[in-house]
């Protein structure tokens, strides 16, 4: 069997649950992320690996990712917040397959402007992270329900599903 590579943006932090269940499923797994985070060990044929990256310089993160990507990704992952996602997003994608799927994770908060347009030309599927709403009070998302939201994510672009944007919680934008 072929080795799959994901590439997660940001997923040493929220996102490690879903970078923990593909390296379960043997993925090998590359997370450049700003402060390093300890990673789910290797578990059978899959592993993780960080990578440091400062996203005020996307050419060094695309380059730092590559070197141990091995490979082309078949999978991005991104959470990459204000000014830095679209320069961070142009930078790596060369590193990926051709018909490799994007799931890109927003909060709520983000998005005076709306949902953004996904910035490279590969199937995107959006999260937007809102808030739980209960009994006369507000709660933000727990890290677990932000890891189920991003790997329902993940498998609809693995799947092949039409690109789409997913709402989870309240949003108000």
């Known amino acids: ?44 044929l899959g592993q993780a690996r960080w990578v440091q990256a400062d996203w005020s310089d996307p050419d060094d993160v695309a380059a730092r990712a590559s070197r141990v990507l091995d490979g082309p990704a078949d999978l991005l992952v991104a959470w990459v917040h204000g000014q830095a996602r679209g ?33 490279i030309d590969h199937p995107t599927q959006q999260v937007v992270l809102g808030a739980v709403a209960g009994r006369g009070s507000v709660r933000w998302l727990t890290q677990h329900e932000i890891a189920a939201s991003v790997d329902d994510a993940i498998r609809r672009a693995l799947a092949g599903r039409v690109p789409g944007v997913h709402q989870i919680g309240v949003v108000r934008v």
């Not at 879903?18 to 700003?34: D, F, K, N, Q």
């Not at 961070?88 to 983000?110: F, G, K, N, T, Y």
Request: proline residues 12%; contains cysteine; aromatic residues 2%.
């Open 1 to 44: 069997m072929a080795v799959r590579r994901a590439l997660i943006l940001g997923g040493a932090g929220m996102l490690t649950e879903c970078t923990a269940a593909l390296i379960a499923e043997g993925w090998h797994v590359v997370v450049p992320s700003r402060r390093y985070a300890p990673l789910p060990a290797d578990v059978g």
């Open 87 to 119: 320069p961070i997003l142009r930078a790596v994608e060369p590193l990926l397959a051709p018909d490799a799927p994007v799931v890109e994770v927003h909060s709520s908060i983000d998005l005076v402007l709306g949902v953004p347009d996904p910035v």
